[in-house]
Antibody, heavy 117, light 110 residues
Framework: EVQLVQSGAEVKRPGESLRISCRGS????????IGWVRQMPGKGLEWMAI????????TYSPSFQGQVTISADKSIGTAYLQWSSLKASDTAVYYC??????????WGQGTLVTVSS | QSVLTQPPSVSAAPGQKVTISCSGT????????ISWYQQLPGTAPKLLIY???KRPSGIPDRFSGSKSGTSATLGITGLQTGDEADYYC???????????FGGGTKLTVL
């Protein structure tokens, strides 16, 4: 059974750094693309970025290029989403999901990130 | 404002049928497969339809998808109160080499 388990909720101050994680199991993690989707409070889904863990090949949405960094550690089956300097507008729920055939077929439970002074 | 246009809301009575549209361009829907996602309140999205009209294992045949040109449609028959959710279309954007979601449609089963 494919499972994606995300790290817990985070509360941060503006300007702080953060890395959230997503551990995949039940499938061959290194050779399946995995990505991140943002959902701001009361808003829709936004496609952020995907990564191929085997060689760390990445694709970013232009809206998120330079704003976040996606990475993965294939040895422990975990993908990451990282910010170097958080803003209040980064407050959202972030979902990881497996990207197969240009669709997200399995989703994590979501990680709520709250950025507030 | 999303590149893929969906109606903000639709509603219908239990047992009835509803359709949700998703409109795009030749850069996205016109030359790529469409997928549809269901997000029940307070939960993560779930894949409902992929490759325009295919259902993952476990998705009932009450849910169907179609595509014509630069538009796609999700159909739901035999509506149940448990179908109340937000529905999103998704596809690939060839000109930007990235994925896209529609703005989402809230389904109310009256």
């Amino acid at each position: 059974e494919v499972q994606l388990v995300q790290s817990g909720a985070e509360v941060k101050r503006p300007g702080e750094s953060l890395r959230i994680s997503c551990r995949g199991s039940g499938y061959t993690f290194p050779t399946s693309w995995i990505g991140w989707v943002r959902q701001m409070p009361g808003k829709g889904l936004e496609w952020m970025a995907i990564i191929y863990p085997s060689d760390s090949d990445t694709t970013y949405s232009p809206s998120f290029q330079g704003q976040v960094t996606i990475s993965a550690d294939k040895s422990i089956g975990t993908a990451y989403l990282q910010w170097s300097s958080l803003k209040a507008s980064d407050t959202a729920v972030y979902y990881c999901a497996r990207w197969v055939g240009r669709r997200f077929d399995y989703w994590g439970q979501g990680t709520l990130v709250t950025v507030s002074s | 404002q999303s590149v893929l246009t969906q109606p903000p809301s639709v509603s219908a009575a239990p047992g009835q049928k509803v359709t949700i549209s998703c409109s795009g361009t030749s850069s996205n829907i016109g030359n790529n497969y469409i997928s549809w996602y269901q997000q029940l309140p307070g939960t993560a999205p779930k894949l409902l339809i992929y490759d325009n009209n295919k259902r993952p294992s476990g998705i009932p045949d009450r849910f169907s998808g179609s595509k014509s040109g630069t538009s796609a449609t999700l159909g739901i028959t035999g509506l149940q109160t448990g179908d109340e959710a937000d529905y999103y279309c998704g596809t690939w954007n060839g000109s930007l080499s990235g994925g896209l979601f529609g703005g989402g449609t809230k389904l109310t089963v009256l």
